[in-house]
């Protein structure tokens, strides 16, 4: 997709001729795009400054409903305060993050598009990541700290008491209720050891050079501030807004709790099943009831079906294609270890040295970072998701986005993660029965 401009344009826009388009169409494009690149970046500061006040709000609203008087009926309280909660972090979280995250995708693929024009290399590219600074170093910090006990345990808990592996999981819990998480290590946590990134006055002509003959209206610098600060931004308004969800999450748990659902009957429900209009507890229970059973009826059914990983038309339903995936490789790192598949029977400090793998991260698997792994290979994830942007932080080897590679790799027990030569590879297989 041409959603923002890159250094690449010229090199794509051969694909839209192959397909009929004509040359003032796609110089019609360009200058589009180049605008839309243009407004966005000069615009930025107080596009990202804006978006940070809303967070701001939401916690003030958040702090006052945390003060608010229950009354007779405590699960109807329960399941307002959660409503009211999921209502505001959609009008001030989620819509903010999307458009930070936006911003940070466009400032990568600038960047990756200097990487392929050898404008920068990748050692530049890996040392500017290495530099942006998230709530994940604090974190990171904030543990090392706990460890050392330099902090209370309860004044880390307080900071970070809303992460759970899976934001939008009613079934885990989060960290002020998983203490596991948490516990002091038993190795040495390694300490960033961040170098400042600079660029030499060469580097610094070429760039500016580079974007001026391009038609692109910032410099080098404002396009790094750019990417930093848009980075950071997305990665601490996901921080923020995921505030709000947990809260909520936990206050339909409790709601649950006490018309006797579990958590695991609750994530049957979709939100409109959980706050549908009723006239009492009773009808609610019984609605409930009803809405599980039939899920996990659907649910049994869904897990006989196999679908493709991408649909293009009908026929793809009927003939199931699996196509070669393209994972986002983070760093210019090679490392051979250990593939240790992240699950509820893991012992936490297992990972320590080993290659990990999860599905998909959010900032609830954060405390991954702090027993020291590896790598890191994930399923699902594109080149400025939130692992994406954790593994450059820490400059940490990965593979993000593996798509069916992952489901590949469920029985192999050692592999070499090449992220340079953009390859996994299988070192020992584990044998079947």
């Known amino acids: 997709m041409f ?5 690449c344009f010229e090199d794509r826009s051969k694909e839209l001729l192959e397909t009929g388009f004509t040359r003032n169409e796609i110089e019609e494009l360009r200058r589009a795009i180049i605008n839309l690149t243009n407004n966005l970046i000069v615009k930025s500061k107080e596009s990202i400054e804006e978006d940070l006040k809303s967070l701001e709000e939401m916690k003030k609203t958040r702090s006052v409903l945390k003060n608010k008087q229950p009354y007779d009926d405590a699960v109807f309280y329960l399941l307002n305060m959660a ?4 209502d505001d972090c959609r009008k001030r979280g989620t819509v903010q993050f999307s458009r930070l995250a936006r911003l940070g995708f466009v400032g990568k693929i600038l960047l990756e598009s200097m990487i392929k024009k050898e404008v920068i290399d990748n ?8 530099s942006i600074n998230t709530v994940a170093s604090d974190f990171k ?16 808990v307080r900071r970070y008491y809303h992460l759970r592996p899976g934001s939008y999981d009613i079934t885990t819990l989060r960290y002020e209720d998983s203490p596991h998480l948490l516990k002091t290590s038993d190795f040495d946590i390694l300490e ?8 030499n006055s060469a580097t610094k002509e070429k760039i500016d050079g580079i974007l001026r003959e391009h038609r692109l209206k910032f410099n080098s610098a404002d396009l790094f501030d750019f990417t930093k600060s848009a980075l950071e931004a997305r990665e601490f308004s996901k921080f923020e807004f995921t505030k709000n969800l947990s809260d909520a999450i936990e206050l339909i748990a409790m709601a649950g709790e006490l ?12 939100v409109e099943d959980i706050f549908s209009n009723t006239r009492g507890r009773h009808e609610l229970a019984e609605k409930w009831k009803k809405v599980i059973s039939e899920r996990k009826k659907q649910r049994e059914l869904n897990e006989k079906l196999e679908l493709p990983p991408i649909i293009f038309s009908g026929s793809d339903l009927d003939f199931i294609k699996y196509y070669t995936p393209k994972p986002n490789y983070i760093t210019q790192k090679k490392v051979k270890a250990r593939l240790l598949k992240l699950d509820k029977d893991i012992n936490e400090n297992e990972i320590g040295g080993s290659i990990v793998m999860i599905e998909n ?4 698997y954060d405390w991954i970072f702090t027993r020291n792994p590896a790598g890191l290979i994930t399923k699902y994830g594109g080149v400025a998701s939130h692992m994406s942007i954790r593994c450059a932080e820490f400059a940490i080897p990965a593979a993000i986005g593996c798509g069916v590679l992952f489901d590949k790799l469920n029985k192999v027990k050692e592999i070499i993660l090449d992220c340079k030569i953009k390859k996994i590879i299988p070192f020992e297989v584990e044998k079947c029965g």
């Open 192 to 199: 960033e050891n961040l170098e400042e990134f600079l660029m």
């Open 259 to 270: 018309m006797g659902f579990t958590r695991q009957e609750l994530a049957m429900l979709f």
């Open 361 to 364: 991260g959010d900032p609830g």
């Open 123 to 130: 050692k530049f590219y890996d040392n500017f990541m290495n």
């Open 141 to 156: 910090k904030d543990f090392i700290l706990m460890n050392k006990g330099k902090i209370q345990k309860d004044d880390f």
């Open 83 to 86: 409503k009211f909660l999921l």
């Open 3 to 7: 959603t923002c401009y890159d250094l």
